[in-house]
């Protein structure tokens, strides 16, 4: 298995009432991805953090870590990875 390290940055914006999800954004490391989060998270409602190791070739991918969560998360993005 050729492991790869995936860190992805997912902010939320309010719209119509609700929450939705802007384009994710992938990081080169996870201190940029935390970066990033932090910069993101003073203009969006929320936004999620995530590193996953895994084989991109075969689509394996570990469970998620947190990297960073703040404010407002939908429920299918709350553990991590919602979007790939």
């Not at 570990?62 to 960073?68: A, H, T």
């Amino acid at each position: 298995m050729v492991s790869h390290t995936l860190h992805v940055v997912q902010a939320f914006e309010a719209k119509d009432g609700g929450i939705v999800p802007a384009e994710p954004k992938a990081c080169p490391s996870a201190g940029s991805a935390r970066a990033l989060a932090a910069r993101l998270a003073l203009t969006h409602a929320g936004v999620i953090a995530w590193s996953r190791k895994g084989d991109p070739e075969l689509g394996d991918w570990g469970p998620p870590e947190i990297l960073v969560r703040t404010g407002v998360i939908p429920d299918e993005f709350e553990a991590g990875g919602g979007a790939e």
